[in-house]
């Protein structure tokens, strides 16, 4: 069986400037980067009504993920077999889990999205411009205190954090500014990875360039010594930021295997962030396509739930349906199976296990959304398995799908595509808010924590209790929320599978994030920079004289 | 009068294609990275015989720098006005001095190279993949230890450090790994800036992606408590950080105002590193030109003495003869002037400040070049002091020619192409190395000393002189040296202008680059991260809606 890398390196690839201009997209809008990556310049001249959008999530996960991308590439593949005029938007995958243990994002087997080394390593340098921007702005908030500090920062309360795109734990607590005066000012700082900086998620949520200067112009990077908050914009620095991204909000356009145009831009963790790609890239495809297949990271407690709240109102549309995918080997781990046994046929858990998948289901519905369950099938897998998890679905009142895509691409996805396009026929989206940002920020937090979640209720510890006191204060109370949360869990605890009751969810810290616009919620043990396995996959990895790649997945 | 950016903005740019066509460049070896910047494949299949190597260096510059970069580009375009077929090879601009106080490094006036704006940002990310393979290389090496530490690394004994692309003193001394058991091991740590990375020194000098990563594996990241070295190869990750190398070693091909082809790639600073672009760039532009234009780092007495000692040999070819940017303002600054008086007319100052030119005259006859000193006018001069600048140099045997590239382009640096020209035909460099690579490590360091800087003689400090003892023992003391030292001075210490006599090298520390394949000598109190200054250069840059740059200089 050939790897996904070998998969990748035997395709035949169509010039991406065909992709282009058979999507319609004018040549001088295109800037290429190298034979098969370009950027789109933004432009409001592409068809006015948008195409249909059709949101891919999951279950809570295994760790090595339930094959999301993999099912997106695939059903747009589909589609476009169906004559559907499909185009994807994704993110961008992040260096940190490519060097570590997760891997890449570019989907997989059969469905996948090309070139995978480029888009899994260095891509078109978006990351690396926001890592840059991100560090450019700690380098100039610490020259400013170290030059006479006249705007009062105070240097323990300097929230704005540098930012690695890397897995790399040793930088989670540092001390910078030692050794003398000459040298900077002493404090604490810690490193976060680069897809947890509000850089990405102000790129991400950003209509154009001048939204996104404003938007970093209003980020709040500490506190005076007066404890009043101090901003971008109080540095003067919005200009130079925004310059540094100047082309980094231009989407990226890729392609599949199967040559479906894919805009591949913004990667934001879901756990730790909000988890969507880019508005900019999300508009691009509604505009050129007839369907957008777009994907929200990790389960649909946490990336779904970011959409609908988050992304919609910027992106100013709804989902049309939404595609729940779900793996017979992760549902029998939330079954209570052990993840060595995930092979052995299992119906008890697997039936145990289904409380997470209809929990998620409920919950899309809650937002007005059909949902159609897209069943990623694996290789140990057993029909009676797959028979029992569709019969479950249609209890429910679900569609649930097969999907062989990993193993056949497109043809693989068909009938899913065909379900999917069936559904949103029949049946309208009704989308509705989970919360209105009016309300008590401590009842938005509860509202997503016991609808979302499951939570019985939600606990502040002490430094959380007192932020929900200033941000009242300060006016950010009318924001909305983004929750940091392990993915593994409906709840705040990995270890807590299934469809878990009576827990509550622990907030340690609320952080605000002024120029996305939203307040960011730390719950649980949480970790906003990841650390490498024992054994990384960088150690696998090579390239020969040639420069092709390999050990990357 | 134009800014920079407003002349670099009204500029006519051939598609890059055209240059590549005129050059010669087999379309299939071309990446395009928009419009005018790609990369081009490395390859062996064009002519074979070498163009006519020039290298342009300068006397010890101040703060603002003395033009080499306008003066190289000038003079290429100058040489093209004549019909020579002139390629430029250059280095890349680091975010440190273009977000600080020097500006960016694509020429100024009427000699720049295109586009600068993307130039001096991002340009097409060599720099962000150094700075992360650099810091991949930490994590993982962080991870080892974390992880079992297999290799029994002492944390206090890892001397490879994190970088990043950026002025940034608050990172030149830190403690990371704080926390607890979970967050990695309490160590010191200091960040670099890329530039001086070891990273950027095995791109600049490999001569291929297999020599890169030979490279890479040789390097060492520190000692296990038995004091023996660790290399990459013995964490088994040269591979990886090879991959991620793969397209920065690609040279880049960008133009000048007057669409004279230019490889811009690889850009270490000469202070602090070895201070010349990359090997494959220059390689490139030698098979494609009958000239090729090069320059190294800040004054003769570091970039140049670099290129001749450690470039050469990596590249296979000497320089036919060195153009030597002098002018008036900074040799009156040697002669004594004040820094605020150096717009006045002061013959006795130039008189006496010219002793720094003639001791960087000397120090390259010394090696058998051929000299042409450039004057680069600035608007204050006098022709009083061009025509005493010119006297000095014809009594030391060396025609000193004006050019007005900044103000006029090509036209202005055409008498100094000419005299270039004729030089080569009629001089024929006969190059010697300063020293032979099997002489004790001490007396190397003296040799580049007394000779180059006219150092009394070297004083090591306890650090340096226990390692000139280790490193013997590990037999690194038959590598070439690199000295770190300021660039302001022929001596590390930045207060002594002119041609300083009676003073003695301080060497503090000595650093072993085995992937370089030299040692770097830190001297005097030179940093290898800067700090940006009172008022960044970055408080005035800004984007329009359209994406247009201003502030960038």
């Not at 997209?25 to 980067?33: A, F, K, N």
């Not at 411009?129 to 100039?140: D, Q």
């Not at 082309?247 to 990226?252: C, F, Q, R, S, T």
């Not at 209720?457 to 300060?474: M, P, R």
Request: aromatic share 4%.
């Amino acid at each position: 069986m050939s790897s996904d890398i070998e998969i990748a390196q035997q395709a035949k690839l169509a010039p991406i400037e065909q992709i282009a201009e058979k999507l319609g997209i004018p040549q001088d809008t295109i800037e290429l980067y190298g034979k098969y990556k370009a950027k789109i310049a933004l432009s409001e001249n592409e068809k006015s009504s948008l195409g249909k959008l059709i949101l891919v999530t999951s279950i809570n996960p295994t760790p090595a993920g339930e094959g999301k991308t993999t099912v997106s590439i695939g059903l747009a593949d589909g589609l476009n077999q169906l004559h559907k005029n499909a185009v994807l938007a994704l993110r961008e995958p992040s260096l940190g889990p490519v060097m570590g243990l997760k891997g890449g994002a570019t989907g997989g087997g059969h469905s996948q999205v090309l070139p995978m080394e480029d888009i899994n390593l260095h891509f078109t340098g978006d990351i690396h411009a926001i890592t840059t921007t991100n560090n450019a702005l700690s380098a100039l908030i610490d020259n400013h205190i170290h030059q006479g500090n006249e705007l009062g920062i105070d240097p323990q309360q300097v929230i704005w954090k540098r930012s690695l795109d890397l897995n790399d734990r040793e930088l989670r607590h540092t001390v910078v500014g030692l050794g003398n005066k000459a040298q900077g000012v002493p404090r604490e700082e810690g490193f976060d990875i680069t897809v947890a900086s509000e850089i990405m998620a102000v790129l991400c949520l950003a209509s154009d360039l001048m939204d996104l200067k404003a938007r970093l112009a209003k980020i709040v990077i500490g506190y005076t010594y007066q404890n009043e908050p101090v901003t971008v914009r109080d540095l003067q620095v919005e200009g130079a930021l925004a310059l540094l991204l100047k082309d980094a909000i231009k989407p990226n356009l890729v392609q599949t295997l199967e040559q479906t145009p894919a805009f591949i831009h913004g990667g934001p963790f879901a756990n730790i962030a909000h988890g969507c790609n880019s508005v900019t890239a999300t508009k691009t495809a509604l505009r050129l396509g007839d369907y957008a297949v777009t994907e929200a990271g990790f389960g649909a407690d946490l990336g779904a739930e970011k959409f609908l709240d988050l992304k919609v109102p910027n992106l100013g549309k709804a989902p049309d349906v939404v595609v729940m995918v779900a793996t017979v080997r992760a549902l029998k781990m939330h079954g209570g199976l052990a993840i060595d046994q995930l092979a052995n046929e299992n119906l008890a858990a697997l039936e145990k296990g289904f409380a997470n998948l209809k929990k998620h289901i409920k919950n899309m519905q809650n937002y007005g959304m059909p949902v159609v369950v897209a069943i990623n099938e694996f290789a140990a897998d057993r029909e009676s398995e797959f028979a029992l998890l569709q019969e479950l679905c249609r209890k429910e009142g679900v569609t649930a799908v097969r999907s062989s895509a990993w193993e056949n691409g497109g043809v693989g996805a068909q009938e899913l595509a065909s379900t999917v396009v069936d559904v949103i026929a029949e049946k309208k989206a009704d989308y509705q808010r989970l919360y209105l940002n009016r309300l008590p920020l401590e009842d938005k937090i509860k509202k997503i924590a016991q609808t979302i979640y499951g939570a019985r209720d939600v606990s502040f510890e002490k430094k959380a209790k007192k932020q929900l006191k200033d941000f009242k204060e300060l006016g950010w109370d009318q924001l909305p929320i983004c929750i940091a949360k392990t993915q593994y869990s409906l709840s705040d605890d990995a270890n807590l599978l299934g469809a878990p009751r009576d827990f509550d969810l622990t907030v340690r810290e609320i952080m605000p994030k002024m120029g996305a616009g939203f307040l960011v919620v730390l719950t649980g043990n949480v970790l906003t920079m990841p650390g490498l396995p024992k054994r990384p996959a960088a150690l696998d990895m090579d390239v020969d004289a040639a420069g092709n790649a390999s050990g990357l997945f």
